[in-house]
C-alpha cells in the first residue's frame, strides 16, 4: 500500500458547486500535513497547511482525521481559476522529515 | 519565482552525454531537494540535503550525483544519461523539520534522445 493515496480523478464540476477530496496516509507517526496545488506544467505551490483542529482559507477548508489516518480539503464556490492538480503531503515525525507526496487528484471545473 | 531559481528551464540530450542542473535559492533555508515528475507517479525524491555539507539518497538515485555547493546552491548531475531519466526536475528549499512546508523552483523540462 502507498504511503499516501490520492483519487486521481478527475473531478469534473460546474462552478459554483462544492467539491472535497481526501487523502489517506498509512503511518500513524505522521506529524504535518500540507495541500499543494499545481497547474499544468506548472511547480507545485503551497495551498495550505492543515491542523488538528482544521482550518479555513476563504472558500478552501482543510481538516484531519487523526482517527483514520486521512486529511481533506474542501473547496467551496468552485471557479474556472480552482481547475488544477490538488497534491497531499504527509511528514511523518521521528528525524527524517522528508514529505511523502500523493500522486494528486485532477479537478476540472467547467462553465 | 525569485525564491527557488532552476536552470537551464529546457534541455534536450542525447543517450549518454552527462549534464548538471543547478538549483539556487535565496529564501535562507537550510534545506534543499530534487525531484523528478513523471506522468501518473507523482513526485520521486531523488537527492536530499538537510543542511550545507550533507547529502542523501531519496527514493531513486540510481544514475544521479548531487552537490551542496554552499547553502545556496544544489546542482544535481546526469553522469550518463539515459532515456528513462526524461522528466520534469524540481528543486525545492525548505527547513527539514517536520511542519514547514516545501518551496518549488519552477522545473526544469529534460528530454533524453
Known sequence: ?111 | NAGVTQTPKFQVLKTGQSMTLQCAQDMNHNSMYWYRQDPGMGLRLIYYSASEGTTDKGEVPNGYNVSRLNKREFSLRLESAAPSQTSVYFCATGQHSSNQPQHFGDGTRLSIL
Not at chain 1, 31 to 55: A, H, I, T
Not at chain 1, 65 to 78: E, F, G, H, M, P
Not at chain 1, 84 to 97: M, N, P
Open chain 1, 1 to 111: 500500500r502507498k504511503e499516501v493515496e490520492q483519487d486521481p480523478g478527475p473531478f469534473n464540476v460546474p462552478e459554483g458547486a462544492t467539491v472535497a477530496f481526501n487523502c489517506t496516509y498509512s503511518n500513524s507517526a505522521s506529524q504535518s500535513f500540507f495541500w499543494y496545488r499545481q497547474d499544468c506544467r506548472k511547480e507545485p505551490k503551497l495551498l495550505m497547511s492543515v491542523y488538528s483542529s482544521g482550518n479555513e482559507d476563504g472558500r478552501f477548508t482543510a481538516q484531519l482525521n487523526r482517527a483514520s489516518q486521512y486529511i481533506s480539503l474542501l473547496i467551496r464556490d468552485s471557479k474556472l481559476s480552482d481547475s488544477a492538480t490538488y497534491l497531499c503531503v504527509v511528514i511523518q515525525s521521528g528525524g527524517s522529515y522528508i514529505p511523502t507526496f500523493g500522486r494528486g487528484t485532477s479537478l476540472i471545473v467547467h462553465p
